[in-house]
C-alpha cells in the first residue's frame, strides 16, 4: 500500500534557526495537508495546498510558516525563526478527490 | 470555526467488553467524520468514517453512529482485544478535510 513518507523522522534545531521538513505524498493525490500535534495534545490543522497554492490555513500557521512544492514528488513545510513552542510532532498528509487522509508517520521537532 | 469535543478523555476496559467514545461538534456545515487510532509515537490512522448522509456505518468490530440533529458521533468498538489500546481521536471536516480533531480518548483494553 502506497505511504505518505516524511524525513528527517527527528529535527532538533535552536531557537531561531531555520527548519524545513520533507514530505513525499502519495503519487496521485492532488490535496496536501501539514498538521501539528503537541506532545499528549490533539492534532491541529496548520495548512491545506491544492493546484500549488494554499487552499486554506489555521491562524497557528503565521507569517513565520510557509509550504512548497518545488517539484513534483516533494512538499515541504519551513518555519524560519523557530520558537520553543514550535516544538511538536508535524505530519504530513494527502489525498485524492473523494478518498481520506493519509498521514506520513510525522517528524518530531525539538527546538531547544 | 469548528469545535470538536471529546468524552471520555481516558477509558478502561475489559477485555471482550465494548467500548464507547463520543464526539460534539458545533458547525452545522460539518460532513465528513473520520475517527482515527493513534499508538504510541506513531501516526494517526484511519479506522472508520462516517459521511452526514449515513447514520450508522460499521466495520466488523467497529461502528460509527452519527445524529445531525444533535450534532454527535460515537465510535462503538466491541469484543475489545488488548491490541485496540491506544489513542482514538475523531474529527470532524467539511468537504476540505480541514479536519477539527477532538482531544483523544486514551483507551486501556486490559486482558
Known sequence: EPEVTQTPSHQVTQ????VILRCVPISNHLYFYWYRQILGQKVEFLVSFYNNEISEKSEIFDDQFSVERP??????????STKLEDSAM???ASR????PLHFGNGTRLTVT | GENVEQHPSTLSVQEGDS???????SDSASNYFPWYKQELG???QLIIDIRSNVGEKKDQRIAVTLNKTAKHFSLHITE??????AVYFCAAG???YQLTFGKGTKLSVIP
Open chain 2, 42 to 44: 506513531k501516526r494517526p
Open chain 1, 15 to 18: 531557537m531561531g534557526q531555520e
Open chain 2, 94 to 96: 467539511a468537504g476540505s
Open chain 1, 90 to 92: 508535524y505530519f504530513c
Open chain 2, 80 to 85: 475489545t482485544q488488548p491490541e485496540d489500546s
Open chain 2, 19 to 25: 467500548a464507547v467514545i463520543k464526539c460534539t461538534y
Open chain 1, 96 to 99: 485524492d478527490l473523494g478518498s
Open chain 1, 71 to 80: 517539484d513534483g514528488s516533494n512538499f515541504t513545510l519551513k518555519i524560519r
